[in-house]
Nanobody, 131 residues
Framework: QVQLVESGGGSVQAGGSLRLSCTAS????????MAWFRQAPGKEREGVAE????????FTADSVKGRFTISRDNAKNTLYLQMDNLKPEDSAMYYC????????????????????????WGQGTQVTVSS
């Protein structure tokens, strides 16, 4: 059973930076996709960034491209989301998610498909950006 624990959220002013971390346990290979999603009150959960643990290719949503960077440290079993130049509209609960690699690769965020193709989720970490 894969378990995910996020940390690093908080409150910052617009233009500031935060780095979210997601520590994973319970998986035995690199054949997993991992992603960051976010959900603001009253809005649908949206994909932010995604990557394959066994490769280097990443995808970042247009809404955060150039400001957010997804990365991983396999030795620490940790996924990161570096968030720079934060805007008030980035305020949301941020979730880390994982799923086993399937025939369509790690393309849920890029393909704007339902987030619930991911079947392992963390508890979320709140990010609040003030203007």
């Amino acid at each position: 059973q894969v378990q995910l624990v996020e940390s690093g959220g908080g409150s910052v002013q617009a233009g500031g930076s935060l780095r979210l971390s997601c520590t994973a346990s319970g998986y035995t290979s690199a054949s997993y996709c991992m992603a960051w999603f976010r959900q603001a009150p009253g809005k649908e959960r949206e994909g932010v960034a995604e990557m394959y643990l066994g490769g280097e290719t990443t995808f970042t949503a247009d809404s955060v491209k150039g400001r957010f960077t997804i990365s991983r440290d396999n030795a620490k079993n940790t996924l990161y989301l570096q968030m720079d130049n934060l805007k008030p509209e980035d305020s949301a609960m941020y979730y880390c998610a994982a799923k086993k690699l399937g025939l369509r690769g790690c393309t849920v965020v890029a393909g704007r498909r339902t987030p619930y193709e991911y079947n392992y989720w963390g508890q979320g970490t709140q990010v609040t950006v003030s203007s």
